[in-house]
């Protein structure tokens, strides 16, 4: 059964750190484009971050971008999400997904097609 991880949520002042990660069990995800979207209580999912499949481009929403910095091992089959000078506004549930045409372009949550179970992040003020 092909499953993603994330891991790496947890509760953080603001103006920290912390790294999530988005492994993959039952499937390599070296040709598949993948996403971060996080969803807050009462809001919709939206994009956070995307990546090619070789890692050549990437993508971010302009909430995150110079904070957040999504990155790839196809050797470890996972993705990461670092995210830097938290604000409570990330505050959030957080999911990776993969996009089947590779290219990791998408900011559409209907695009993508397989979604992790999510990690919290929580960002104290």
């Known amino acids: 059964q092909v499953q993603l991880v994330e891991s790496g949520g947890g509760l953080v002042q603001a103006g920290g750190s912390l790294r999530l990660s988005c492994a993959a069990s039952g499937r390599t995800l070296s040709s598949y484009g993948m996403g971060w979207f996080r969803q807050a209580p009462g809001k919709e999912r939206e994009f956070v971050a995307a990546?090619?499949?070789?890692?050549?481009?990437?993508y971010y929403a302009d909430s995150v971008k110079g904070r957040f910095t999504i990155s790839r091992d196809n050797a470890k089959n996972t993705v990461y999400l670092q995210m830097n000078s938290l604000k409570p506004e990330d505050t959030a549930v957080y999911y990776c997904a993969t996009d089947p045409t590779g290219w990791g372009s998408s900011r559409t949550p209907a695009r993508y097609t397989l979604w992790g179970q999510g990690t919290q992040v929580t960002v104290s003020s």
């Open positions: 990546i090619s499949w070789n890692g050549g481009s990437t």
